[in-house]
């Protein structure tokens, strides 16, 4: 079956740093733009930060922005989110999803073929 799997999440202080893994399992990520989206209780999916296959070029939500910094490293066909300045406002699941698509195509969810199973972000003093 193919599916991306996360890793990396876990509970920071506010102010601090985590990194977030995405790997595919049955599939390269060559052809694919990837997208972070995270979930809070009680709120919507939204879009995080992508990434394309073809360039590395990058999008941000406002919300991120100059704090996260997503990444491809092709050799090991594996996205990463790296999450700095962390609040507690970041706390939810992260899920990785990835689209057939040589650039970022927004953050609506059924466009994207795969999806992880999410990992949790706590942000707690």
């Known amino acids: 079956q193919l599916q991306l799997v996360e890793s990396g999440g876990g509970l920071v202080q506010p102010g601090g740093s985590l990194r977030l893994s995405c790997a595919p399992s049955g599939f390269t990520l060559d052809y694919y733009a990837i997208s972070w989206f995270r979930q809070a209780p009680g709120k919507e999916r939204e879009g995080v930060s992508c990434?394309?296959?073809?360039?590395?070029?990058?999008e941000y939500a406002d919300s991120v922005k100059g704090r996260f910094t997503i990444y491809r490293d092709n050799a090991k066909n594996t996205v990463y989110l790296q999450m700095d300045s962390l609040k507690p406002e970041d706390s939810a699941i992260y899920y990785c999803?990835?689209?057939?698509?040589?650039?970022?195509?927004?953050?609506?969810?059924?466009?994207?073929?795969?999806w992880g199973q999410g990992t949790q972000v706590t942000v707690s003093s």
């Open positions: 990434v394309d296959s073809s360039d590395g070029s990058t």
């Open positions: 999803a990835a689209a057939l698509s040589y650039y970022c195509i927004g953050y609506v969810h059924f466009e994207y073929e795969h």
